[in-house]
């Protein structure tokens, strides 16, 4: 069974919802990511989002533009990223990793070889944000023969007719995007988030989880009592701009503080 699948299953089983944090790989720099990963982990985190810096993050606000554009100042490549993630499973086999990116720079990469590449370094989810599920068959293909399970995004103006075909091709859980826009907003709107979900659960038995504007502990647990899981990115983005020049353990510490509430109220 795919690590994404047993965690959501073991989180079922105990009653709990996922805590999904993302960050961008290498940002500050390459060496302070696996630091910042097991800092997730002890603070609680189910699942971890690692996006990969790309020049042109169209659907990224601009705490996650800036983010990319420290990561590839410091030289962060999809290589560097895949050696990140394989560094950080020599201690950790258990946590699912989903690789969030762009499809430019996987690309020019190469399809095939980032897949196996991918696996190799023990990424369990790839969320693509701008492969279309039109496009999506050979591209797929790769991806599927590692295993590698599929997180699609679906929005607010996702028709339900293409939500379903959505889900359909999609595996591990469903990203719903709970606001219009790009990331790092605050508009969320819990009811509308709520009934969104709802009818969502009318064409996927995948776990749902909600993203695109949860930053405090309060949000975190009323969007996850109406869904499987919360995606938390910008505010643990911004927290890491705002103490890049610090010890790669003291940007670790400052990411556990936002974190641990989050968990403690997503559990209450
Ligand atoms: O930053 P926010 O508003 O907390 O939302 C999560 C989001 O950052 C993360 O899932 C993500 C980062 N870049 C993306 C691009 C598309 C979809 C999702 C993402």
């Known amino acids: 069974m795919s690590r994404i699948k047993q965690c959501f299953e073991n989180l079922e089983k105990s009653g709990k919802k996922a805590l999904i944090p993302y960050i961008t790989a290498g940002?500050?720099?390459p060496e302070h990511t696996v630091t910042?990963?097991?800092?997730?982990?002890?603070?609680?985190?189910?699942?971890?989002e690692i996006g990969m810096p790309f020049s042109d993050p169209m659907a990224d606000g601009p705490v996650i533009q800036l983010a990319c554009e420290r990561s590839l100042a410091a030289g962060t490549s999809v290589r560097k990223v895949l050696e990140i993630i394989a560094e950080f499973r020599q201690g950790n086999s258990t946590t699912p990793i989903v690789l969030m990116g762009y499809l430019n720079p996987i690309e020019f990469f190469g399809y095939q070889?980032?897949?196996?590449?991918?696996k190799e370094a023990g990424v369990d989810g790839v969320l693509l944000v701008d492969l279309t599920p039109e496009e999506a068959t050979d591209v797929v293909e790769c991806f599927r023969q590692n295993e590698i399970d599929l997180i699609y995004l679906l929005s607010p103006t996702t028709t339900l007719e293409r939500a379903k075909k959505i889900c359909d091709l999609a595996s591990g859980y469903v990203y719903y995007v709970s606001v219009k826009g790009v990331?790092?907003?605050?508009?969320l709107d819990v009811d509308s988030v709520k009934q969104h979900v709802d009818t969502l659960r009318s064409v996927t038995s995948l776990p749902i989880g909600v993203g695109f504007g949860i930053r405090d502990a309060k949000t975190a647990a009323a969007v996850s009592r109406c869904s499987d899981g919360v995606i938390v990115g910008s505010v643990l983005v911004n927290c890491i701009a705002e103490n890049k020049d610090q010890q790669k353990e003291y940007i670790a510490d400052a990411l556990g503080a936002i974190l641990t509430p989050m968990r403690s109220e997503m559990d209450a």
């Open 113 to 118: 070889k980032f897949a196996d590449a991918a």
């Open 27 to 29: 940002d500050p720099s």
């Open 36 to 48: 910042i990963m097991n800092a997730l982990v002890d603070a609680g985190a189910d699942v971890i």
């Open 183 to 187: 990331t790092g907003s605050s508009e």
